[in-house]
């Protein structure tokens, strides 16, 4: 198989993948709000979904890079399965949170499986044009297309489908149960689709590996926090995950706040609204994807000064998103500041891969994820109090500030390893 042969196939996958993820975007807080709960409460909701991740993230990348990264990742969507089943019938606070549980362990038990194989698949195939380098850089940057204009299209499609059930006057629970029903079916569907596109060949390098997968967590987690580049990685994605989970959790209600102050009559019927703006924003990101390939010529091919300024340019889009009171002006900075955000990931995952061994990639990955996760749990509980209590503005001012002071962490990665990651 060649290198363009596996683009296609691991971008057709992640393509379905997040096709399938976008469907609830839009409309997951709205879903929480229509049972009754607050801020505070999604708030929590939120943590112990983002918290389950965080506890099983490590362990069970130890589990994909021994037993099999297709496997745990197939293995990944029966759980989602479950915990979506489990959402669309519970009502009561306790119940949620276990739902939430078993989403989080399901997202926990996928992480870093297909990433991990991709680069592994991608350094073993033959290359055969010779006209010009295929890099790891443009395949994540085309993967990382695939993967937004999934979530775009999800997205599209999870706004439409609750004003598809007001039209059709059909009695649900909720108008957005519709939503949890196609993610079902369409996951199930996934486990097929991937058994055919993803093929996954073992190998042990000839090495017998007698470590434990907790002697194998704790050393990938010391190189995490010790290596000149990774560490740095891990700091800047800590706060990444906080900034990332607080626009997430609170952009619906904050759009509703708005659309209730400025329109009159059933906000139901504009609920594709939100579906078109969260396709648009991951729109965006695929178009920093494909911009990033060509920034990263502009900088002389330095990750760190794509990731610099791209990190601060997203901070001041953040803080100026936080003082918009109209529908349009809302939408603007929400576009800029997620294509900005964005533009920095594929040199992030270039990093991350070139400074990690093979065998403990995918642990590695986890542990890259589990920061994230943990950036999430904080902002969940933090912002979720001080968005209750004192505004969802105040929350994003403080992301805004902190994503900008944050990004000095870039620049202390040393130069000679920033511009030598090409592959």
């Known amino acids: 198989m060649t290198r363009e042969v596996l683009i296609w196939r691991f971008a057709i996958q992640q393509l379905i993948h997040w096709t399938i993820v976008g469907i609830a975007i839009p409309v997951l807080i709205l879903l929480f709000q229509a049972r009754g709960f607050n801020l505070q409460d999604i708030g929590l909701v939120m943590a112990v979904w983002v918290g389950s991740t965080a506890v099983l993230e490590v362990p069970l990348g130890g589990v994909a890079d021994r037993y099999g990264r297709k496997a745990t990742y197939l293995g990944s969507l029966v759980v989602n399965i479950l915990g979506c089943s489990a959402l669309l019938y519970v009502t009561e606070l306790v119940e949620v949170l276990f739902s939430a549980f078993m989403l989080g362990a399901s997202r926990a038990i996928y992480s870093g499986t297909l990433d991990a194989w991709f680069y592994d698949a991608f350094q073993q195939c033959r290359q055969q044009c010779r006209q010009r380098k295929l890099t790891f850089h443009t395949a994540q940057s085309y993967v990382n297309m695939s993967v937004t204009l ?28 519709l939503n949890l029903v196609v993610v079902i079916v369409a996951n199930s569907l996934l486990i097929t689709t991937t058994a055919v596109l993803i093929r996954e060949k073992r190998e042990q390098d000839n090495v017998v590996v007698k470590v434990t997968h907790l002697s194998v967590s704790v050393q990938v987690l010391s190189k995490a926090f010790s290596h000149d580049v990774i560490k740095r990685l891990m700091q800047t994605t800590i706060v990444y995950g906080a900034v990332l989970s607080a626009v997430e959790t609170f952009w619906q209600p904050y759009l509703m706040s708005i659309i209730q102050t400025t329109t009159s009559g059933p906000n139901e019927s504009r609920i594709t609204l939100f579906g078109l703006l969260a396709g648009l924003y991951f729109l965006m990101a695929a178009l920093s994807s494909w911009c990033a390939i060509r920034l990263l010529a502009f900088c002389k091919g330095s990750h760190k000064a794509l990731m610099f300024w791209t990190r601060v340019l997203a901070g001041a889009a953040l803080i100026m998103m936080a003082n918009t009171n109209e529908t349009w002006a809302f939408a603007c900075f929400y576009l800029v500041f997620f294509f900005l ?83």
């Open 150 to 177: 999934g979530l775009a299209l999800g997205s599209l499609l999870g706004g439409w489908l609750p004003d598809y059930v007001v039209s059709t006057g059909v009695q649900w629970a909720s108008i957005y149960d």
């Open 341 to 423: 955000f964005t533009l920095g990931n594929s040199s992030q995952s270039v990093l991350l891969n070139e400074y990690t061994e093979s065998q403990y990639r995918s642990t590695m990955l986890s542990v890259s994820s589990l920061v994230v996760t943990c950036g999430a749990v904080v902002a969940s509980l933090l912002f979720g109090f001080i968005s209750e209590h004192y505004g969802i503005s105040l929350s994003w001012l403080i992301c805004g500030g902190t994503l900008v002071v944050s990004s000095a962490w870039f620049v202390l990665i040393p130069d000679n390893h920033s511009a030598a990651a090409q592959q």
